[in-house]
Each structure stands twice: as structure tokens, then as C-alpha cells.
């Protein structure tokens, strides 16, 4: 489903680019207190990356999972290799590999999500981070967050999600613990002002 809603739209849908920011009393615990960037979104439904949401494996893990490299040649990898940074990206093929990457990469396989941020899923680019190669700043997801048709729009309009336009910085350089709050803060929102009944009349 991922690749096939990002590589059949026609044209941005309107929250392409925009981060979700999940409200407190969000009943899914795949997404309590996660930020949310949403790649691709149509008529036909979301998808999106967890930004926020910490992965027990490191770069070299995988690596030696894909039989990349040896364990043996780990010592030699390029210090940026070896601290790449990977986080859950979603409940949805969590056995399945992103990247989400500045634009100064690109590769046949990679898709333009924003004006200067792609989405690589094939080896190739984690071979070229391997090598020190790779893009200037990245995430490796593993998995991701996919929605139906209409199934995201009615979770904003039941109070699930805030949604506000997302920006490299708090994607890529803002340290995970703090990227919930600081992606309410951009709104000029603290935790503590949010309300399960906010924007019922």
C-alpha cells in the first residue's frame, strides 16, 4: 500500500508534508504522544512515518541483518554509519525498511515527498550509507503508518490528531525526546492546554 499511494498520486494532497501530532487521549497506543509526517495523502488514504518513536536496532544491526557487512568490518564503518538513525516508523510492515532523506541523494527508486525531502526503500541507499555515502540527513524507518480512504480525515475530525505544516529541523536534528513537544510548541500549544474536547462547540 505504501509505495503504491505515494507513486499513484497526481498531485499533493493537502496534508502531504504536514506533520499529525497526536492528541492525549488518542485510544491507539501505536501512536500515543507521536509526531506523525505524513508523505503521501489522496482519495485513496495516508501514509506516513513515526518520527518520534525509538527502534531497539541500530544502524549496524541492520546492516548485519541484510548481510551487508560482516560482523568483523563493523569496527571499520564510518562513525555517521554507525550512528545513522533509526526509529519505528510505523505498526505497518514493521519488518520493512524507509528512508526518509534530504534530497542531496537520489537513486531511480527514490520519491520526491516534499521540496527537499525523499523516500528511498530499496538497498541502495543503505549500501551507500554504509559507505559513508549516503544523504546529508536521514531516518532509516522500520515500518510504517497507513490509513483507508477517508479513515484519517474522520480521526482529525474526531479530535485524534492536530495537524501543522512540518519542518526539516524536527525531523531530522531535534532529539527524540523532545520532538512531541516541540512540534506542539510550533503550533504555540503546550500538552497541558490540550483537551479531548477541543474543537467541539
Sequence with gaps: MAMSVLKNRRERGFL??????????????????????????????????????PQQMSFSDVLLHLQLVEEDELIRLPTRTIDFPIRCGGPVESGRGFVLHSDDYSSESSIPVSDDISLTATLDIVRAISRGEGPRRGLLMLGYAGWGAGQLENEIASNGWLTCPAFDELIFDTPIGEKYDRALASMGVTPAMLSMEAGHA
Design 16 to 53: 502531504d508534508g504536514q506533520f499529525l501530532i497526536a492528541m492525549p487521549g488518542m485510544l491507539d497506543k501505536n501512536f500515543e504522544r507521536t509526531v506523525v509526517y505524513i508523505c503521501a495523502h489522496s482519495d485513496d488514504g495516508a501514509m506516513g512515518f513515526i518520527i518520534n518513536r
